[in-house]
């Protein structure tokens, strides 16, 4: 089945790779749907003023941006060139490639080198671009395309190659034959203190070495210094990141703001919330506390990362590498790539090019549900640059830079290799557009 224009925006790629969201624009359904998807890659280029022949300033075009139209009727592939043109209309110079009946891959290889500066050439030459577009059946053919349609620029490069910029695939994410749909089973000892209260568990109490040793691929220097935390009680942690529907309830009985839904349908309210700032889930708790006489409250980035770890001492929870990643959690991964640009995803399938329902995909040992991947979470703490004077009883670091919090887990957009339980991050406690979800976490009487 092929979706018209407008279930398909636009996409903006800078030239340093920075995705910006997308925009949509409408049309009509075809009265009769094509076989074949298709879509068309534009590039457009500005003028810059750069040395040429004898070391004399000139004017050529540099190539700044990228914007495409895919999965649309073939019929409406003029039309979708001039939506993309029209959105490019800036730039004195645009360039467009569109898909043939048989390609299912597009590559854009972006070249380190513009020119060779012992050479005059005019500044409409086409070696002076730097992005090549090449549509195939596969990533090796399309890039193949890409490097072969511009053999006259490589030829004039100063030696020092190219690398792909952008990888896009299309196609029906909704009927990914990997896609979950059914919730997995809820842990023994789930308990809800209303109807509308996230399902907590209790984790035992216990020690841990928090951060990350020097041998850990991708670590960063604010996951040190290593140090041992002990968890001196149990506590409840919920299974499940906050949902739009647990939250919808706070928002009806007036002790939270609405905020902009995830996921759509029947499925919607078992998306996990976002865009909420940690101010707004400050505000979240107070009244899940006042609403059921329990002291509700965030996670502490020491608590998270012990539960997160669930007695376990590797990179990830489930221990594996990438290849694992899709049975448990929603990151980046080959899914992801159809709707959107990326480097470096996992060699597998999770069937989410976005946020999922919750519960999904496998829990770790402790029952939880997502807490690497699908939403990034806020946790109490203040931001600071490392663990150095940093609380060793799981109690929350109130020092520091508290305009600043601190997240973790990764999102369904994080990947492999930054999908780390050590992994750290932090925003301004008032930034909510595009911001963490969050989990709560409970005192025990």
């Given at each position: 089945m092929c979706r018209s224009l407008a279930s398909r925006g636009w996409l903006?790629?800078?030239?340093?790779?920075?995705?910006?969201?997308?925009l949509p624009f409408?049309?009509?359904?075809?009265?009769?749907?094509?076989?074949?998807?298709?879509?068309?890659?534009?590039?457009?280029?500005?003028?810059?003023?750069?040395?040429?022949?004898?070391?004399?300033?000139?004017?050529?075009?540099?190539?700044?941006?990228?914007?495409?139209?895919?999965?649309?009727?073939?019929a409406y592939a003029e039309e979708a060139e001039r939506a993309v043109r029209e959105q490019l209309s800036g730039y004195p110079r645009i360039r467009c490639e569109r898909s043939g009946p048989?390609?299912?891959?597009?590559?854009?290889?972006?070249?380190?080198?513009?020119?060779?500066?012992?050479?005059?050439?005019?500044?409409?030459?086409?070696?002076f671009t730097n992005f090549a577009i090449g549509y195939g059946t596969s990533w090796d053919g399309a890039e193949a395309n890409a490097t072969d349609l511009n053999e006259h620029f490589t030829a004039f490069t100063d030696g020092s190659g190219y690398g792909a910029a952008l990888q896009l695939r299309w196609g029906e994410v909704e009927e990914d034959p990997d896609r979950p749909v059914v919730p997995r089973p809820e842990p023994e000892g789930l308990f809800r203190d209303c109807e509308a209260c996230p399902g907590m568990v209790v984790v035992p109490p216990g020690s841990y070495v928090m951060g990350s040793p020097g041998s850990e691929e991708g670590r960063a220097r604010n996951e040190q210094p290593l140090r041992e935390v002990t968890i001196d009680a149990p506590f409840a942690v919920g299974v499940y990141e906050v949902t739009v529907g647990e939250w919808n309830a706070c928002v009806l009985a007036g002790g939270c703001d609405a905020v902009e839904e995830e996921g759509d349908g029947q499925d919607r309210d078992r998306h996990p919330v976002s865009n909420v700032s940690w101010v707004a889930v400050q505000a979240y708790v107070r009244w899940l506390s006042a609403e059921t006489g329990q002291a509700y409250r965030l996670l502490s980035e020491a608590e998270w990362e012990y539960v997160a770890r669930a007695g376990t001492e590797s990179v990830r929870y489930w221990g594996g590498g990438a290849s694992e990643q899709c049975e448990h959690a929603n990151a980046l991964d080959t899914t992801y790539l159809r709707e959107r640009p990326a480097r470096n995803p996992a060699p597998c399938s999770d069937g989410y090019a976005a946020a999922a329902p919750v519960g999904l995909y496998a829990p770790n040992a402790f029952g939880l549900h997502d807490i690497l991947g699908n939403m990034s979470e806020w946790t109490q703490d203040c931001w600071n640059p490392t663990y150095s004077d940093a609380p060793r009883d799981g109690s929350p670091r109130e020092e520091g830079n508290c305009t600043v919090r601190v997240y973790r887990g990764g999102f369904w957009g994080t990947p492999p290799q930054a999908l780390r339980v050590a992994a750290r991050s932090a925003h301004p406690?008032?930034?909510?557009?595009?911001?963490?979800?969050f989990r709560v976490a409970r005192e025990l009487d």
């Amino acid at each position: 089945m092929c979706r018209s224009l407008a279930s398909r925006g636009w996409l903006r790629l800078l030239s340093v790779s920075v995705a910006l969201p997308a925009l949509p624009f409408a049309h009509p359904r075809p009265a009769a749907a094509q076989s074949d998807p298709a879509a068309v890659v534009c590039v457009g280029s500005e003028l810059e003023l750069v040395m040429g022949a004898n070391q004399v300033p000139e004017t050529f075009l540099r190539d700044e941006e990228m914007g495409y139209v895919t999965d649309f009727d073939p019929a409406y592939a003029e039309e979708a060139e001039r939506a993309v043109r029209e959105q490019l209309s800036g730039y004195p110079r645009i360039r467009c490639e569109r898909s043939g009946p048989a390609d299912t891959h597009v590559v854009v290889v972006r070249f380190d080198a513009v020119f060779r500066r012992d050479d005059r050439v005019d500044p409409d030459d086409p070696r002076f671009t730097n992005f090549a577009i090449g549509y195939g059946t596969s990533w090796d053919g399309a890039e193949a395309n890409a490097t072969d349609l511009n053999e006259h620029f490589t030829a004039f490069t100063d030696g020092s190659g190219y690398g792909a910029a952008l990888q896009l695939r299309w196609g029906e994410v909704e009927e990914d034959p990997d896609r979950p749909v059914v919730p997995r089973p809820e842990p023994e000892g789930l308990f809800r203190d209303c109807e509308a209260c996230p399902g907590m568990v209790v984790v035992p109490p216990g020690s841990y070495v928090m951060g990350s040793p020097g041998s850990e691929e991708g670590r960063a220097r604010n996951e040190q210094p290593l140090r041992e935390v002990t968890i001196d009680a149990p506590f409840a942690v919920g299974v499940y990141e906050v949902t739009v529907g647990e939250w919808n309830a706070c928002v009806l009985a007036g002790g939270c703001d609405a905020v902009e839904e995830e996921g759509d349908g029947q499925d919607r309210d078992r998306h996990p919330v976002s865009n909420v700032s940690w101010v707004a889930v400050q505000a979240y708790v107070r009244w899940l506390s006042a609403e059921t006489g329990q002291a509700y409250r965030l996670l502490s980035e020491a608590e998270w990362e012990y539960v997160a770890r669930a007695g376990t001492e590797s990179v990830r929870y489930w221990g594996g590498g990438a290849s694992e990643q899709c049975e448990h959690a929603n990151a980046l991964d080959t899914t992801y790539l159809r709707e959107r640009p990326a480097r470096n995803p996992a060699p597998c399938s999770d069937g989410y090019a976005a946020a999922a329902p919750v519960g999904l995909y496998a829990p770790n040992a402790f029952g939880l549900h997502d807490i690497l991947g699908n939403m990034s979470e806020w946790t109490q703490d203040c931001w600071n640059p490392t663990y150095s004077d940093a609380p060793r009883d799981g109690s929350p670091r109130e020092e520091g830079n508290c305009t600043v919090r601190v997240y973790r887990g990764g999102f369904w957009g994080t990947p492999p290799q930054a999908l780390r339980v050590a992994a750290r991050s932090a925003h301004p406690f008032d930034y909510a557009a595009g911001s963490p979800g969050f989990r709560v976490a409970r005192e025990l009487d």
